[in-house]
């Protein structure tokens, strides 16, 4: 748990008590079938992270303070960027550290997409919606934005529906060459991008990772079972310090 400690010491001691609670959550709520299909997707090292850019069912997540909550993920994003900054920051149809939120919520009112505000109105939730200049016939069934106390886009989790092997690759594939002409080239792969691998058995996972000092991509596809191959775009931005 030494990761986890680290960047606990930073806040102060009622959040970093409220966070170990939370981290308690995951590791317990892990052992049980349905979280950990939830978790398997991403490493095992990022149980707070997932939980951080909006996983549901947390009992305790909003007990943390958005100031709070903002700090702990710096903390955490840190440990896992890069070394070179991106050329640009994307994600969908925004720039983490440029969108502003009232550049989203006139972008979300365009597009007519209702959402829910949450942790201090520092969190815009979405669902079930279909994007123009998505790619054909992906529909984002969860789509979660995060401003920070500037009210700058600083992280994106957009969550599709289910679909077929080829059609989840294909999305994966396409993202992967606009992130490499935007951002920068793959840091990490993980898994054989083939419709055999991914159709094989449940949780198999492809997925592909830009990581830069200011700036972290993620873009995976998981075998869900009934649900189909469901693919999850994740962006974060870290501020200059």
């Known amino acids: 748990m030494t ?7 930073a806040l102060p001691k009622g959040s970093a008590r409220r966070w170990r609670r939370i981290a308690l959550w ?11 299909i939830g978790l398997a997707h991403l490493p095992v090292a990022r149980p707070l992270l997932v939980l951080l850019l909006g996983a549901q069912g947390c009992p305790v997540l909003n007990e943390v303070s958005a100031k709070d909550g903002e700090a702990y993920r710096v903390a955490q994003l ?83 529906r289910g679909r077929s092997s080829e059609a989840a690759l294909a999305h994966v594939a396409a993202r ?35 990581r830069c000092s200011d700036y972290v991509a993620e873009v995976s596809a998981l075998n869900y079972g009934k649900e189909g191959i469901v693919v999850r775009e994740q962006y974060q931005w870290l501020p200059p310090t």
Request: aromatic content about 6%; some cysteine; overall charge negative.
């Open 3 to 9: 990761s986890v400690e680290e960047p606990l010491r």
């Open 26 to 36: 995951v590791i317990g709520s892990a052992l049980g079938v349905t979280t950990l």
């Open 78 to 160: 840190k440990q896992r960027r890069g070394s070179q900054a991106a050329k640009a920051t994307p994600a969908l149809a925004f720039q983490l550290g440029i969108t502003r939120r009232e550049d989203a919520d006139a972008w979300l009112t365009a597009h007519s997409i209702t959402c829910s505000s949450e942790r201090e109105d520092t969190v815009l939730r979405c669902a079930d919606l279909a994007l123009a200049d998505e790619i054909a016939g992906a529909i984002v069934r969860d789509l979660y934005l995060q401003f920070d106390a500037a009210k700058r886009l600083v992280a994106l989790d957009a969550q599709y």
């Open 176 to 210: 992967t060459r606009e992130l490499e002409n935007s951002v920068g080239p793959v840091t990490s792969r993980v898994g054989t991008p083939t419709t055999q691998y991914l159709d094989a058995q449940r949780l198999a996972r492809v997925e592909v990772t830009f």
